[in-house]
């Protein structure tokens, strides 16, 4: 999953107590370069994204040529039901509620496909 790149590139480099600093450096020339959670607070989808990579990782995907099997299922509900509850809590998007239910939708996207969710339901 595309998480940096759509928006710039990121560069470590050192501050002067010799800590290293992870900064992003966005496409765009007219931003100069910003500390990586400066920037996702700004940008909702990169959140997003960052978790649903790390929950990816942890229950993979089925393959596309393969129906995942409804253990799969629930528990990536189960999970993704968990990781938005803990976004809202935290309110780490900084988005208006008419928004955020976008988002939400975004989000079960990329978890269980809507066919699979309608099935289920039923």
């Known amino acids: 999953m595309r998480i940096i790149k759509p928006y710039g590139s ?3 480099g050192l501050r002067d107590d010799e800590d290293a600093v992870r900064k992003i450096h966005p496409h ?3 931003e100069g370069a910003s500390d990586i959670e400066d920037f996702a607070t700004s940008h909702p989808k990169l959140v997003l994204a960052q978790w649903i990579s790390l929950i990816d990782k942890v229950i993979t995907k089925p393959a596309e040529s393969n129906a995942p099997s ?3 299922l629930n528990l990536r509900e189960e999970v993704g039901t968990a990781a938005w509850d803990i976004i809202i809590a935290k309110d780490l998007l900084d988005v208006p509620p008419t928004r ?4 939400e939708r975004e989000w079960w996207s990329k978890f269980i496909p809507t066919t699979e969710r309608v099935n289920r339901q039923v």
């Open 10 to 12: 990121t560069k470590t």
């Open 28 to 30: 765009s020339f007219r």
């Open 70 to 72: 409804l253990d799969q």
């Open 100 to 103: 955020l239910k976008r988002l």
